[in-house]
């Protein structure tokens, strides 16, 4: 995808059905061994799911597709969800604050407040910049 495709023809690569299975069998492992860390006993279900997901990756990853397919559609759905919100927030609670603190206190990093007294906005250089030849064929 270019910067001038729109998002909604972005294809995404899925997982392979073997790595998706594979994936979900370390998950269900963790989720049965977590308990342990708390002195509470494992949860056997888990161990029984992480197996199944096993046993389907390495011997009809196939059959996991439909898991795959559905799984990438909500990993999609959240990123439609949580991309903005989360921009949002950063915006609202770093980029904001630090602009009105930056205008309270007179800050004008990019020279960009209007100086009636100015003949010209020209930022000398020194020493100058390369010369004009050097710029003529740059690729």
Do not use: C
Not at 115 to 126: G, Q
């Amino acid at each position: 995808m270019n910067e001038h495709q729109p998002r909604h023809l972005a294809q995404v690569a899925n997982a392979t059905d073997r790595s998706f299975g594979i994936v979900f069998t370390i998950f269900f492992a963790i989720v049965g061994l977590l308990p342990l860390f708390s002195a509470h006993p494992v949860r056997i279900w888990a161990f029984i799911v992480s197996t199944l997901f096993l046993l389907l990756a390495l011997l009809r990853p196939s059959s996991l597709a439909p898991l795959n397919k559905l799984w990438t559609k909500f990993g999609a759905l959240l990123h439609r969800i949580v991309s903005p919100v989360a921009l949002g927030v950063l915006f609202f609670l770093v980029v904001t604050p630090t602009g009105l603190l930056m205008r309270l206190f007179g800050k004008d990093p990019l020279r960009l407040r209007l100086d009636r007294n100015a003949k010209s906005y020209w930022i000398e250089r020194s020493p100058p910049g390369p010369d004009a030849e050097s710029l003529k064929n740059q690729f």
